[in-house]
Structure formats: C-alpha cells, structure tokens
C-alpha cells in the first residue's frame, strides 16, 4: 500500500478533528437539553478511593460508544474499561498484564475503547482496528489488539495492515 500524502493526511486529520468537534458540540447541546441522558463515571485512585471533582460524563454508558469493544465475559462480575493508543508505551505495557489478568479470570469483563491522541500515525492505525471492530469479531479484534502492542515500532496503517492480514 503506498504511503498517504502528507498533504491528504492533514486533510484527513482536519477533517476527523472537525467531525470530533461537532459531535461533541452536538453531544454537549443535548446534554443541556436532557441532563437524564449524562452518564457520570467517578475516577478513583490507587487505593479504590473515589478522587473528589473528578469524573467522566458521556452521553451513554461507555461500552456503548463507537469503537468499543467489549471482550471476556461479556457479564463478568468485573469490568476493566482502558482507554489506550496503540503507540503508548504505557498502554503497551499494560497490554501484556491486561492480557494475563483476562486469561486468569473468567468474571473479568474486558471494555476497550480506542483513544488516538498521540500522533497522525496512532489515527492511522486506529482506522484500520476500526475496520476490524465493524467487520470482524470481538475475538478478532482483540487478537489484533494483542498483536499489535506486542510488536515494537510505531504503529501506523501499514503496519496495522500488515497486523490485520
């Protein structure tokens, strides 16, 4: 596959950044609109402890946002939600120790929601894995997940190609 021009690429992001944007302006509005449709998520620390001021609203439970997959006992007793780019070498990290934590217990509901902040190449490859989620498997994509973040480099569309073949 050749290389996407630069100018394109740009193009590209322009148009996803605006498209973000306006769904989120969108989002926002209804939100003021219907304060019943706001989902608050409190973020806790370490130790379990709710952190005071602090939380997430969404305009629907988490598990329901685009991209998402859900993989694991789909009605596990537990549930891990990680927000990740596939260039983060935190989230890289993470992957391997998610990965075992999912194979060791069988209630452990597994949430996975694509956030590609990091650069052009982490929007690239967050394509192709949202190709995936539409036409493939939950096990497919998380094959490719796994794939994916045990592979050194940066991930961009060719190697995310490359990945999903």
Not at 102 to 113: F, G, I, N, S
Request: aromatic share 6%.
């Amino acid at each position: 596959m050749p290389p996407i021009p630069k100018k394109l690429s740009i193009l590209l992001s322009g148009a996803l950044a605006l498209a973000v944007l306006a769904a989120w302006l969108a989002a926002a509005a209804a939100q003021e609109r219907d304060p019943s449709l706001q989902y608050e998520y409190p973020l806790v620390g370490d130790e379990g402890q709710q952190l005071p001021n602090h939380s997430v609203k969404l305009l629907g439970p988490i598990d329901r946002l685009p991209g998402v997959v859900v993989v694991g006992n789909l009605h596990g007793k537990t549930t891990l939600t990680e927000f990740y780019d596939l260039n983060c070498p935190y989230c890289r990290a993470a992957a391997a120790a998610i990965g075992d934590m999912l194979d060791r217990d069988p209630e452990l509901r597994l949430v996975l929601v694509p956030f590609p902040v990091l650069s052009g190449a982490s929007i690239e490859a967050s394509r192709v894995e949202l190709a995936i989620a539409k036409l493939g498997s939950p096990q497919q994509f998380y094959a490719f997940h796994r794939r994916i973040f045990s592979q050194r480099g940066t991930a961009d569309a060719q190697r995310a190609l490359e990945v999903a073949r």
